[in-house]
């Protein structure tokens, strides 16, 4: 079965402390991997699209990762407004068109 | 560049009532995928239609259905509602998906059924 876990569900940083975010994932085949930030109450924001193993995205203070069997969102020196819940998303071969989500990892920053 | 809009923002419905949620694709794009948000958890996907037809469907019941318009504008109906099925309810918009497209969110319909 095709399934995405992330960790950890939440993470408290203090203003400028770097953290990294996981996404693990189990996929017959992947077609890509997704990441997308929500604020509360919002649709999520498009992040990155990530298609091969070993394929690296940068925006700002934020770099995602990937390897065969996850993902890393390494946030460096984070400031009170990245504090929102990243949600890694994958799409797999088997399951059509469909992105198959995590729970998200809701980040706080604090200044 | 316009983005996905979905409308109404809110929707308060009681059980056994019919509901219908719409949405505008962002401009270029001619495919619409569904998602139901409960609160806590990562979105679980509903449905998807391309060129006004269902093309993919997720574990959800028949009284979950949908529209696709020539505009590419769609529609998500859902019949005989349950208190389970209050949730924030997100449409995303695509290029024509041949896999590994990225889907562009709206910002969603907050449905609360008592």
């Known amino acids: 079965e095709d399934q995405v876990t992330q960790s950890p569900e939440a993470l408290r940083l203090q203003e400028g402390e770097s953290s990294s975010l996981n996404c693990s994932y189990t996929?017959?085949?992947?077609?890509?991997l997704f990441w997308y930030r929500q604020d509360p109450g919002k649709g999520p924001e498009f992040l990155f699209t990530l298609y091969s193993a070993g394929e690296e995205k940068e925006k700002e203070r934020l770099k995602a990762t990937l390897t065969k069997k996850e993902s890393f969102l390494h946030i460096t020196a984070p400031k009170p407004e990245d504090s929102a819940t990243y949600l890694c998303a994958v799409q797999a071969a088997q399951a059509g068109t469909a992105l198959i989500f995590g729970k998200g990892t809701t980040l706080s920053v604090s200044s | 560049e316009t983005g996905v809009t979905q409308s109404p923002t809110h929707l308060i419905k009681t059980r056994g009532q019919q509901v219908t949620l719409r949405c505008s694709s962002q401009s270029g794009h001619n495919t619409v995928s569904w998602y139901q948000q409960a609160l806590g958890q990562g979105p679980q996907f509903i449905f998807q239609y391309y060129r006004e037809e269902e093309n993919g469907r997720g574990n959800f019941p028949p009284r979950f259905s949908g529209l696709q318009f020539p505009n590419y504008s769609s529609e998500l109906n859902v019949n005989a509602l349950e208190l389970d099925d209050s949730a924030l309810y997100l449409c995303a918009s695509s290029p024509q998906d041949r896999g590994g497209e990225t889907q562009y969110f709206g910002p969603g319909t907050r449905l609360l059924v008592l």
């Open positions: 996929v017959s085949g992947l077609r890509g």
